[in-house]
DNA sequence: ATATACCATAAGTTATTCCTTATGGTAACA
DNA sequence: TGTTACCATAAGGAATAACTTATGGTATAT
């Protein structure tokens, strides 16, 4: 069986009009035209669907079966347009995004902005470390992500959209926390707290010491940035973070940064995509908003500002 | 937009397989001809279903929606091919029928028994009398119709099935009710509770009674036979009413059968449908149901018999 | 760098679809 | 009985749908 959308559009209007010269007239055609169809259409179920008896015609019982699955598929028809329309307009659609931990925090401040334009659209972050966010986007699972610098030869686009300041932090009563200015050859001589080997925020680190002929001592590594965190706040050692990851602690006062000579070093967070990914409009609208707004959304935030920002 | 179910087929299969060459293996097509139907599908909906990252395939949100749409569309077709094949087989349908009351009794009792063969065709049973009858044809309301026989002139195509004796009943201590043998004549002296002018059985007995010079005397008129039935039961007067609706006062002796000079008078029972009226296939069967079996189904009824039936 | 797998595109052909006009037949109705 | 309303059928033509083969391009893998 092989029915076509032209002869279930036809037969609907003949079953509801019950007179083919009045369906012929609405559809616009020559009534033989809907004759023709109406055959087709009981040729291929090789059943009548419609009979006439004197002048009237009547739906057989197939015929009110076909009618029932000719409404059916035309309604699920129209439900699919809209649907499509919804999701181009973006009334309706769902936003995938992974973020690296670090960023954590401060993406999911601009998606509650972002998301109060969009009410009707649903999102869904994953958080977890840059390995699984390459992997992500080599397996097309996420539309966007956002990360510090990605690493070259994966296939990836990424922009910059955000300037990342990296501080200095330490216990709040340290014995430098409340110089005024603490010289960088001070800085290298602590014992720092530090992200794993390959980290970004670490090779930032140890390549501006690096720049500045000086040697970074790592006294303790580990994985989570959090827990970087809380070996300062515990007077384990210095440690080197992203400004974004630190407005709790500062406004509780674990820690503080101190105003180290060359910094905050400016990194970068990006968004970044598989290359040759069509982003979904709703995809583009969000990399699009953070593009634009992300610096200025960053101001609202209760985070000190550095004169160069 | 004007979809097609070619373009939703390859569609489903493109999806499945996230392949374009598998999925025209799979269809037999080279694998450009799928290729163009999947571009045309796209221009329709005027949005991307299917990105191609690297060598990989992946649906779109959009794709994604669509393919729900093509599985359920396809599968609302395999239904309705299904729901069209049992009605083609009577695995599945509807018979509607409508009889004369009079008939009631023995027709239920006939598709009792075509019910037990088909078990699973549902059917509606309109009990009215012959005018209702004759207006349900005229509208197509019901396939087929049992009454005696139907009048001329109305476009009807009528087929006797079966014999429909009339007898004459008294009270079971009516004087005449243990005669062996009751003359014609004494009959007609007496007075008689009849249906309606106009009703089938009523005509019957009166054009009995003038083909043998008689006079019919009609004491008391009724529209219900079951109401002739009672008055004759309660003695006020004789009656002549069809065989078939007797069988449960007879086996309760509230009525017995006179045992008149000419009678039964053998009048039929037929099945009538509209002219030009195709019989849906369950009618059809039920028709040759009655028509062949009716005679030897009644044999099993607990009715008297007479020498010629 | 080359081979491989895979999709896109172009060109050309065939078949089918879809519609039109003209005409015929039938039931209802006056 | 003629008229009207309505559907069926026939014939013909324009559009287009649907494939095919041939070829080109691109990403991946070796």
Redesign the interface.
């Known amino acids: ?5 032209r002869q279930l559009k036809v037969f609907e209007a003949v079953a509801r009009h019950l007179n083919f010269t009045n369906a012929a007239k609405e559809l616009h055609l020559s009534q033989p035209a809907v004759s023709m169809q109406i055959k087709q259409l009981e040729e291929q ?1 090789n ?2 669907l419609i ?4 002048k ?1 015609l ?1 739906l ?3 015929g009110l ?2 009618q029932d ?1 000719a409404r ?2 035309m309604q ?2 129209v439900d ?2 809209e ?2 329309a919804q ?2 307009s973006m009334k309706r ?2 936003l995938k995004l992974a973020v690296a931990s670090t960023a954590n925090h401060f993406v999911i401040r601009l998606l509650a902005r972002f998301a109060k334009i969009y009410p009707k659209i649903s999102i869904s972050l994953d958080v977890t470390n840059r390995i699984s966010l390459l992997d992500l986007l080599e397996k ?1 699972e996420c539309d966007l992500v956002i990360m510090g610098r990605p690493p070259e030869g994966h ?1 990836l686009q990424s922009a910059p959209f955000l300037e990342n300041p990296l501080v200095v932090v330490s216990h709040p009563h340290h014995y430098l926390a409340d110089r005024e200015q603490v010289s960088l050859k001070e800085i290298a001589s602590e014992g720092f707290v530090v992200r794993e080997q390959g980290s970004g925020t670490r090779s930032a680190a140890e390549r501006f010491f690096t720049e500045h002929d000086l040697e970074f001592k790592a006294k303790m590594d580990m994985s989570n940035n959090r827990a970087i965190k809380h070996a300062a706040e515990e007077g384990l050692g210095l440690a080197i973070v992203s400004l974004h990851t630190l407005e709790l602690e500062l406004k509780a006062k674990t820690l503080k940064i101190v105003n180290a000579e060359g910094f905050p070093i400016y990194r970068h967070w990006y968004v970044v995509q ?1 290359e ?3 982003l ?1 409009p709703i995809a583009m609208v969000f990399n699009d908003y953070i593009m634009q707004e992300a610096d200025k959304l960053m101001l609202d935030f209760d985070l000190p500002l550095f004169k160069n920002l």
């Not at 069986?1 to 959308?5: H, R």
């Open positions: 069986m092989n029915l076509t959308f179920t059943t009548p009979e006439k008896l004197g009237k009547y057989t019982e197939v079966e076909m699955y059916s598929t699920q028809l699919l347009e649907t499509i999701m181009k659609g769902h097309n296939n598989r040759g990914k069509r979904s």
